[in-house]
Nanobody, 119 residues
Framework: QVQLVESGGGLVQPGGSLRLSCAASGIIFSLFHMRWYRQAPGKQREFLALITNANNTNYADSVKGRFTISRDNAKNTVYLQMNSLKVEDTAVYYC?????????????WGQGTQVTVSS
């Protein structure tokens, strides 16, 4: 079965950095577009970053210039490097694998990893 497992979350001070990882299994990883989202308490899930299967990237304005998405197809893993973290970056971070082909949509989610930015 398909599994997406996020890791790398934790507690960090404002201005600090974290790198999140999302390891995928059960899919042909190189075919999928990979996204990171986050959800803070009481808020809707928010799109953060996309890396396509052709390595094109796109970012939400809220994280542009601070976060970097990358992927390693040999390791079936997508990363989110987060720098200059702010208190408002506190949330549960989720990775998503998506693909549309032959009229079907494939969409998979990880279980999330908590990021807390606090002094």
């Amino acid at each position: 079965q398909v599994q997406l497992v996020e890791s790398g979350g934790g507690l960090v001070q404002p201005g600090g950095s974290l790198r999140l990882s999302c390891a995928a299994s059960g899919i042909i990883f190189s075919l999928f577009h990979m996204r990171w989202y986050r959800q803070a308490p009481g808020k809707q899930r928010e799109f953060l970053a996309l890396i396509t299967n052709a390595n094109n990237t796109n970012y939400a304005d809220s994280v542009k210039g601070r976060f970097t998405i990358s992927r390693d197809n040999a390791k079936n893993t997508v990363y989110l490097q987060m720098n200059s973290l702010k208190v408002e970056d506190t949330a549960v971070y989720y990775c998503n694998a998506g693909r549309a082909t032959a009229g079907r949509r494939y969409d998979y989610w990880g279980q999330g990893t908590q990021v807390t930015v606090s002094s």
